[in-house]
């Protein structure tokens, strides 16, 4: 079942938002010092805190009863309008995260139509998202296409 997040729902996002970057950085060979572990956890806490409430972010969960499986989460974005979308509105995706034994079950893909639902509803055109190597397939059968022209630098 999926059932929106709230904010009582925001220390098993922000784990599952740990976990997601550990097995990521573990599987590349990437060291990140623990303190900057802890810091990303604090800050995506009160991220999701602030803009749950304004409205600029939305969470959902699969469970099972009691058991919280999978999570996703959408941001709302301000975003520049282009040619092929002239609205300012765009969607970032991020954070989808599946407990490793509940894996291959659909749980993630679920989440995911879900958030393109939630994105048509809102009329959100655009959705970004980043993704790790597991995750390309899943993205690519639900019709995310690579946009080489995006660069990200890090300061």
């Not at 990521?24 to 990437?30: A, D, L, N, S, W």
């Not at 604090?42 to 409205?55: I, N």
């Amino acid at each position: 079942m999926i059932r929106k997040a709230s904010i009582a729902d925001i220390p098993f996002l922000t784990e599952h938002h740990e976990k997601m970057f550990r097995e990521i950085f573990g599987k590349k060979g990437y060291r990140v010092n623990e303190n900057d572990f802890f810091l990303m956890k604090s800050v995506y806490g009160s991220k999701l805190a602030d803009q749950f409430v304004d409205g600029s972010c939305f969470a959902w969960i699969y469970h099972n009863d009691d058991i919280l499986i999978s999570s996703l989460a959408v941001t709302i974005l301000r975003s520049v309008p282009v040619p092929y979308d002239p609205q300012d509105r765009s969607a970032y995706i991020h954070s989808v995260y599946t407990e490793e034994k509940y894996r291959n079950r659909g749980h993630a893909k679920t989440l995911v139509k879900k958030a393109i639902e939630f994105c048509r509803e809102k009329n959100i055109r655009r959705i970004d998202l980043v993704t790790s190597d597991d995750g390309k397939v899943l993205y690519e059968k639900l019709g995310f296409k690579y946009v080489p022209e995006y660069m990200r630098l890090y300061l």
